[in-house]
């Protein structure tokens, strides 16, 4: 058996650890996982925003509406009597259910979809690209690949007859026979 040196041990030590931080290191600041990192932080931070929009501003319109009814606060009574309160519940040990909460979940969940539909098409109209619909008036020639108008029968250039435009040529060569 090979007898390890305490000391060449510790270097390999070393070297497994720097190289275990060196492939952290480019996980970590990988475009993917630090944009993923970033939008967790945004989200959370949004997520405030939204859950204080709805109860400093929703949720009190909405009491407004039904008679100063906190939605938060609506339960029922599975087992343990009837109380009028939903701390009132919870402190006699009650079992409910807390359909309030769940309309509150709901609302924030509506209101965080609406706002972010409305940055997503805000952002997709800010980065687009200005795509106006340019008309073509121009074609190339078949023959000596030179431009041409659209609306060419022969190419300019070359004096070839152009074949989307065959017809119109008969015609015109019928048409000058009979003249001539």
């Given at each position: 058996?090979?007898?390890?040196?305490?000391?060449?041990?510790?270097?390999?030590?070393?070297?497994?650890?720097?190289?275990?931080?060196?492939?952290?290191?480019?996980?970590?600041?990988?475009?993917?996982?630090?944009?993923?990192?970033?939008?967790?932080?945004?989200?959370?931070?949004?997520?405030?925003?939204?859950?204080?929009?709805?109860?400093?501003?929703?949720?009190?319109?909405?009491?407004?509406?039904?008679?100063?009814?906190?939605?938060?606060?609506?339960?029922?009574?599975?087992?343990?009597?009837?109380?009028d309160t939903l701390e009132a519940a919870k402190t006699a040990g009650a079992i409910t259910l807390n359909y309030g909460e769940?309309?509150?979940?709901?609302?924030?969940?509506?209101?965080?979809?609406?706002?972010?539909?409305?940055?997503?098409?805000?952002?997709?109209?800010?980065?687009?690209?200005?795509?106006?619909?340019?008309?073509?008036?121009?074609?190339?020639?078949?023959?000596?690949?030179?431009?041409?108008?659209?609306?060419?029968?022969?190419?300019?250039?070359?004096?070839?007859?152009?074949?989307?435009?065959?017809?119109?040529?008969?015609?015109?060569?019928?048409?000058?026979?009979?003249?001539?």
């Amino acid at each position: 058996m090979k007898k390890i040196d305490k000391k060449e041990l510790q270097e390999q030590s070393k070297k497994k650890a720097k190289l275990a931080f060196e492939d952290y290191k480019a996980f970590a600041l990988k475009g993917n996982a630090l944009d993923l990192a970033i939008g967790v932080v945004l989200g959370g931070a949004f997520t405030t925003i939204v859950n204080t929009l709805v109860s400093a501003l929703i949720t009190p319109l909405i009491s407004i509406i039904t008679s100063n009814v906190d939605l938060s606060k609506l339960f029922i009574t599975l087992k343990g009597g009837h109380f009028d309160t939903l701390e009132a519940a919870k402190t006699a040990g009650a079992i409910t259910l807390n359909y309030g909460e769940i309309l509150t979940a709901i609302i924030n969940f509506i209101i965080v979809s609406i706002v972010l539909f409305i940055i997503v098409k805000t952002l997709t109209k800010a980065n687009k690209k200005d795509t106006e619909k340019v008309e073509i008036t121009t074609k190339t020639c078949p023959y000596c690949l030179s431009t041409i108008p659209l609306q060419a029968t022969r190419c300019a250039h070359c004096t070839s007859i152009l074949e989307e435009n065959t017809n119109n040529i008969k015609i015109d060569n019928e048409e000058q026979k009979n003249h001539e």
